[in-house]
């Protein structure tokens, strides 16, 4: 319902992005929360996207944007977000990348 009731250009650009998500983290369930397309794994939340007007914003926690500043330079950041805009092709490699880490870090932390 999220993705559908936007336009036809930002829904291919969210159906992309929740795919490449979806791909890189096959075990994760999806939801909705705080009003966007939420990926939680074993509980724990792992990603979340949102449309916005000019971009799409990605957040894979604060700690991770640290982590990948470098990977990060080519796109505006957040505490918490990466805005990727529409006008761009969304960089797969980049948040398969980000979302397995983020599986990862979930993953080591549970084992504690």
Do not use: C
Not at 3 to 27: F, G
Request: glycine residues 4%; hydrophobic residues 40%.
């Amino acid at each position: 319902v999220y993705i559908a009731s936007y336009s036809n250009y930002i829904r291919e650009k969210l159906t992309e992005m929740r795919a490449v998500i979806q791909a890189a983290a096959p075990d994760a369930t999806e939801k909705i929360s705080w009003s966007m397309p939420t990926f939680v794994w074993k509980g724990k939340l792992l990603v979340q996207f949102a449309a916005h007007k000019a971009h799409i914003g990605f957040y894979p926690m604060p700690d991770v944007i640290e982590i990948f500043r470098d990977k990060l330079t080519d796109f505006k950041t957040t505490k918490g977000g990466i805005q990727f805009p529409y006008k761009n092709q969304l960089p797969a490699e980049l948040i398969t990348e980000i979302v397995k880490f983020r599986v990862k870090e979930v993953s080591d932390k549970l084992k504690k």
